[in-house]
């Protein structure tokens, strides 16, 4: 039968379970990437599992998030990293080499292989045609480890793109398009493949930043076929020899189609405070900006800077504006230091920044009060930026030098004839440290902010928990468990990280939640929705947490949640959300018997009157939550 690539990819790493969406089936993974904010307790986890060595193609620790130096924290992480790599066989990219999407992408993404990352931009790497997938550090911890990623199976989406991008539309435009068309929630539950004539049109950081913001859309993974464009890029880069054409079997079936025709797209913006609320540059004219970032993940590339250095050649950027460069990789930076963009840049007045994830988590950059600024960023949750009711706009690398040059948003096509991006010169300047062969003799080096994981005790037969909170639709992870400079370097500390769960939400959460425990939280549809991050069911456990109930999950925080034991139950009658408050009770009568006996119905009792709920998930994740969360499961099994 003639199958789509995402099957291909899936048939060749099937290690368990039936490959029909909604099913759940088990992957090999050749890859894990983790990153500083997420990869300390990944690290943690690793250890507490008590092997040797990592049992992958290859495992890669990167520190690109927590980059301030302003005490001991961030710096002992990196050195616990750098150290923790050294002794169990992962390679380690140190502070200033650049972000992980960027740098797996041109060091280590090869066609047709499963990639396991511990942050939820992981799908970046599906811009060379692999099944890249983010996931709880927990999940990576146990990749590493060599055991299979279990998921359920995804839908896929095919985007059938045809005609090419009009000049000073980019590659963000596209993705733009369809968070306009889908929304936050409109991947889940799905794989995003791009086919049709219109591929062969995007470079591989085009097609990669395309599949980075495939997050935003909640979708499991994106992928690109490999072609041409694909094995060019891989020489460029020295590494031929992971080359391997891959393409959809002609005529297979795609379970949703979107059309794109890449020739009619415009410039794009999303608005305060979410990546769907997408509107055209166009009539964005009256936002006057005195920010504008060129950065990230999804938007930092050699392709990035040297589009926005060339249409600022000879021009100064708008008085009153501030306009950051913040390099998505040391490779990057590099290329643009030897091709003369760089000076262009600085000339035109930019501030050069080291390379890193910077201001699109917190971690400095943040815009003055009532500010509003405009970032090549994947995000703009509420607050994300640190400071509060900011006023975020995401947009493309081409809408961003128009704008810092306009000193509000502008649509990029009034600059005139678009210059072509010169081929990035040959140069390799990262700093990537190889696994020595021998770790006999290497001691991984902790500081004393990394603090043992907390114990967590198994699930009662009864269960009474108090609603403390109720929160509204897409509730991020951002909201749940906030990032920042002050709140980031406590990522190796629980007992410290979880006085902030839903800070700005209920600031009087963790102290209520410690009082009252177990307790639990009410939420809508798409609930724990953005990062990866597994401190956002950890630290909510570890306050007394014990129940979420919503109307719908987002993947990874779900996985999340049953990893730390926390039960994720979906109403079964949606309206029942209206009378659900904060203060009753919910109670969850002979919850284990009823969950290690396989009911995927679950009648809870709330003031007097039944709340019907559901538990769909799969036997595995019974167990876990039955041993109140995944560590102890493997413990028990061991
Ligand atoms: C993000 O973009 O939200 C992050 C910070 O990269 C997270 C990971 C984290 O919280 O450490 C992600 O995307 O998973
Ligand atoms: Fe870093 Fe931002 Fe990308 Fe997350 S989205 S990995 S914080 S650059």
Known sequence: MAQTLVQKIIQSHLVEGDPTPGREIALTIDQTLTQDATGTLAALEFEALGL?????????????????QSDFKNPDDHRFLRTFAARYGLWYSPPGNGICHQLHLLNFARPGATLLGSDSHTPHCGGLGMLAMGAGGLDVAAAMAGQPFSLACPRVLGVHLTGHLSDWVGAKDVILELLRRLTVKGGLGRVIEYFGPGVAT??????????????????TASLFPSDQTTAEFLKAQGR??????????????????????????????????????????????????????VGSCGGGSYEDLTRVALALDGQTMAPGLSLSINPGSRQALGQVTETGALAKLIAAGARIHQSGCLGCIGMSQAPATGAASLRTFPRNFPGRS?????QVYLAGAEVAAASALAGHIADPRTLGAMPAIPAPP?????????????????EVLRGPNIAPFPEL?????????????????????????????????LRSNVPAISRYVFAA???????????????????????????????AALAPRYLGVRVKVAKSFARIHRANLINFGIIPLVLADPDDYQWLQAGQEIQLKRVLTAISNGKSSIIAIVNGRDLPLVLD???RDRDILCAGGRLNHIKRKI
């Open 52 to 68: 040797e060595r990592v049992r992958t193609e290859v495992s890669v620790s990167y520190v690109d998030h927590n980059l301030v």
């Open 202 to 219: 995007l470079s591989v950081h085009q097609r990669a930043a395309i599949c980075n913001m495939g997050a935003e859309l909640g979708a």
């Open 240 to 293: 031929s020899e992971a080359y391997q054409p891959l393409q959809a079997d002609p005529g297979c079936t795609y379970h949703e189609v979107q059309e794109i025709d890449l020739g009619s797209l415009q410039p794009l913006v999303a608005c305060p405070s979410s990546p769907d609320k997408v509107r055209p540059a166009a009539e964005l004219a009256d936002v006057a900006l005195e920010q504008v970032i």
């Open 386 to 390: 640190g400071t509060p009711d900011d």
């Open 426 to 442: 040959a140069l390799r300047p990262e700093a990537l440290v190889p696994p020595p062969d021998d770790p006999a003799g290497i």
């Open 457 to 489: 005790d198994p699930l009662p037969e009864d269960l009474r928990v108090k609603i403390i909170l109720k929160v509204g639709d897409n509730i991020t992870t951002d909201h749940i468990m906030p990032a920042g400079s002050k709140i980031l370097p």
């Open 505 to 535: 939400l209920d600031p009087g959460f963790a102290d209520q939640a410690q009082a009252q425990a177990p307790v639990a939280v009410v939420g809508g549809e798409n609930y724990g929705q953005g990062s990866s991050r597994e401190h």
């Open 617 to 619: 998930v799969t036997s």
